[in-house]
Nanobody
Framework: QVQLVESGGDSVQSGGSLRLSCAGS????????MGWFRQAPGKEREGVAS???????TYADSVKGRFTISQGNAKNTLYLQMNSLKSEDTAMYYC???????????????????????????WGKGTLVSVSS
């Protein structure tokens, strides 16, 4: 089973930047979704950015042009570069990965961005991002 560990969360001022990292161990998925998600107090978990095994990248509208998702060469490391941070970006950020039983490119590009498509055991414990205005 894959274990995911996030790091890089911090407190920054509005307009600042952070880079989150997610280190995965035991990652042997051929077809998969990986993504960054966030949950603010009192709100539902939402997708921020995702990438699938075909290399398709999807962003939430709220972060397009500000956030960039990328993978390490070994594919089991995920990064999220966050620029021009806003107070509304304050949340716990989670990394998640799930295997797929079909080729990822046969699915909608939004499939990997939906938290409900990841199981209970597919998540890291999160890293906190706090943006002050």
């Amino acid at each position: 089973q894959v274990q995911l560990v996030e790091s890089g969360g911090d407190s920054v001022q509005s307009g600042g930047s952070l880079r989150l990292s997610c280190a995965g161990s035991g990652f042997t998925y051929g077809s998969y979704c990986m993504g960054w998600f966030r949950q603010a107090p009192g709100k539902e978990r939402e997708g921020v950015a995702s990438i699938d095994s075909a290399g398709r990248i999807t962003y939430a509208d709220s972060v397009k042009g500000r956030f960039t998702i990328s993978q390490g060469n070994a594919k089991n490391t995920l990064y999220l570069q966050m620029n021009s941070l806003k107070s509304e970006d304050t949340a716990m950020y989670y990394c998640a990965a799930v295997p797929l039983w079909v080729a990822s490119e046969t699915l909608s590009a939004l499939y990997c961005l939906r938290p409900g498509n990841y199981g209970e055991d597919d998540w890291g414990k999160g890293t906190l991002v706090s943006v002050s205005s």
